[in-house]
């Protein structure tokens, strides 16, 4: 699986972007799917995911209620909508497939075999 994260950019604190990942391979519809995100000088950090049929969906406490992770797996894409922007949101996004995805385990980098880039997420105050 190879993966593709878009959707980035420029924001004031408050407004809304919605990120892509875009998958190719035929297996992507099996995978669970999470988004990860690394601010500068800090770790990278589990902030949302979602599983293989899109039933189940998990986000960080800090994300909570204002991100939102959604997949179509009939257009291989996984979408990552973020509202209520705050500077603290600042960070390269990244997304992930696991294809062993649990709800024990899909918190955890090490689960993620497929990475993508990242895209860049930068929020003004």
């Known amino acids: 699986v190879q993966l593709q994260a878009s959707g980035g950019g420029l924001v004031q604190a408050g407004g809304s972007l919605r990120l892509s990942c875009a998958a190719s391979g035929r297996t992507f519809s099996s995978y669970g799917m999470g988004w990860f995100r690394q601010a500068p000088g800090k770790e990278r950090d589990f902030v949302a995911a979602?599983?293989?049929?899109?039933?189940?969906?998990y986000y960080a406490d800090s994300v909570k209620g204002r991100f939102t992770i959604s997949r179509d797996n009939a257009k291989n894409l996984v979408y990552l909508q973020m509202n209520s922007l705050k500077p603290e949101d600042t960070a390269v996004y990244y997304c992930?497939?696991?294809?062993?995805?649990?709800?024990?385990?899909?918190?955890?980098?090490?689960?993620?075999?497929?990475w993508g880039q990242g895209t860049q997420v930068t929020v003004s105050s």
């Open positions: 979602i599983s293989w049929n899109g039933r189940s969906t």
């Open positions: 992930a497939a696991d294809p062993t995805f649990t709800m024990a385990t899909m918190r955890r980098q090490s689960e993620y075999d497929y």
